[in-house]
């Protein structure tokens, strides 16, 4: 009876163990595409900065427009930083400006800060904090909607990465937060918070829950040198799949001065790129032979490649036949891994809708050739 007893018990066990491919809730990849409950999970979507500190309603608008596109995966990055709160380690950026969400009027919120009384990284966990990720994942998950996630954005648009080196006085842009020993404390204390947080609308940690696609270590990341970026990039991408095995995780660099480059790095699950016509001269035929070319080093390297932000100006005359060629490409193309759009924007709390007068590449729901080319890549990408 012990002996039935100990085998019947390992027998349970082995099968909690073992999950069907098609029960599996996680994204997975296999070769040069992702894989979703044993299918093929095709990303189409959009980017999106200001998830992190909108208004609920500015937060579900944009949620629900995406659903609308029929978007199955959105991206955001994880912010604002500023120093401290009573202003004795300044905020590198215009914390308090009372502008719409989306030009940076964060209203009071943010994640991380410099806690000068304990003289170190403070973490802000509160309702003007990360209960506001909370609702954004909470939300997503009831609209079937996957996250990919930055841990931390470059840029010192809502503080960032430089907020952080500029905690420790340093004015070293490219180099001083990827080798100082203290900031690569702080951004794996950070890591470390985000992955075990339990959700406090859902009960359920964020490194358990599906409804998380994918970590990017951070939103273009751009050391200098290289070989600085490569190093931290494998060490910080092995430190989260160490503590989180549940999820994919990416560089989150634009990779495209250095076509993926960092690729081989084995605790990198898929590589991103970042592709703006406007920035590289390019016509929208060369733009569209870059994207073969991407997908030809996911097969090169026998991992997915995401176009994970890409963007072109509304003011131009061919938009949506451009759009329409690239995401044919990319669905055509049997090594694509799909693409999220820069950026999808909804109406914010005074009733505008962003419209940028210089590089306009938000994209709305207003029915427009755009928005009807976009939904109908969407419709050919997702079966």
Same mark, same amino acid.
């Given at each position: ?110 994640? @991380?800060? =410099?806690? /000068? ?9 509160? $309702? *003007?904090? %990360? ?98 970026? @490569?190093? =931290?990039? /494998? ?9 989180? $095995? *549940?999820? %994919? ?135």
């Amino acid at each position: 009876m012990i002996v039935r007893a100990i085998w019947t018990a390992l027998g349970l066990l082995a099968l909690a163990a073992w999950t069907p491919a098609s029960a599996d809730p996680f994204v997975r990849t296999a070769g040069t595409k992702f894989i979703l409950r044993g299918k093929p999970f095709f990303v189409a979507g959009a980017n999106n900065h200001y998830l992190p500190w909108g208004s609920e309603e500015e937060v579900t608008q944009v949620l629900d427009d995406a659903v609308a596109l029929g978007a199955n995966t959105i991206r955001t990055l994880l912010g604002p930083v500023i120093g401290s709160p009573d202003g004795s380690t300044p905020t590198i950026w215009n914390w308090k400006s009372k502008a719409t969400s989306y030009n940076l009027g964060v209203n009071g919120t943010y994640l @991380l800060y =410099w806690d /000068a009384r304990e003289r170190q990284m403070g973490i802000n966990d509160g $309702p *003007n904090g %990360l209960q506001k990720i909370d609702f954004l994942i909470a939300e997503a998950g009831k609209r079937n909607l996957k996250l990919i996630i930055a841990f931390l954005d470059f840029w010192d648009y809502t503080g960032g990465a430089q907020q952080m080196r500029a905690w420790y006085k340093s004015n070293d842009k490219s180099t001083f937060f990827f080798s100082d020993s203290r900031t690569k404390r702080d951004y794996k204390t950070w890591v470390s918070y985000v992955l075990n947080r339990v959700n406090s609308l859902t009960g359920v940690a964020y490194r358990d829950d599906p409804t998380i696609m994918a970590w990017d270590l951070m939103n273009e990341g751009n050391a200098t040198p290289e070989s600085l970026r @490569l190093a =931290w990039t /494998a060490e910080m991408s092995a430190y989260v799949k160490a503590l989180d $095995p *549940n999820h %994919l995780v990416s560089s989150g660099n634009a990779n495209v001065t250095s076509p993926l480059v960092d690729l081989p790095i084995p605790t990198l699950d898929f590589g991103t790129w970042h592709g703006y016509p406007l920035y590289y001269k390019q016509t929208v035929q060369e733009f569209d032979a870059m994207i073969t070319k991407f997908c030809q080093l996911a097969a090169q390297h026998n991992k997915p490649v995401l176009l994970e932000e890409f963007g072109y100006s509304r003011g131009n005359h061919d938009a949506a036949e451009a759009f329409t060629r690239w995401l044919n490409t990319l669905t055509r193309d049997p090594n694509c891994a799909g693409w999220l759009v820069w950026e999808l924007v909804s109406k914010q709390n005074d009733g505008t809708v962003p419209n940028d007068p210089t590089f306009q590449f938000e994209i709305s729901r207003d029915d427009s050739p755009i928005w009807k080319a976009l939904k109908a890549g969407t419709i050919r990408s997702i079966p």
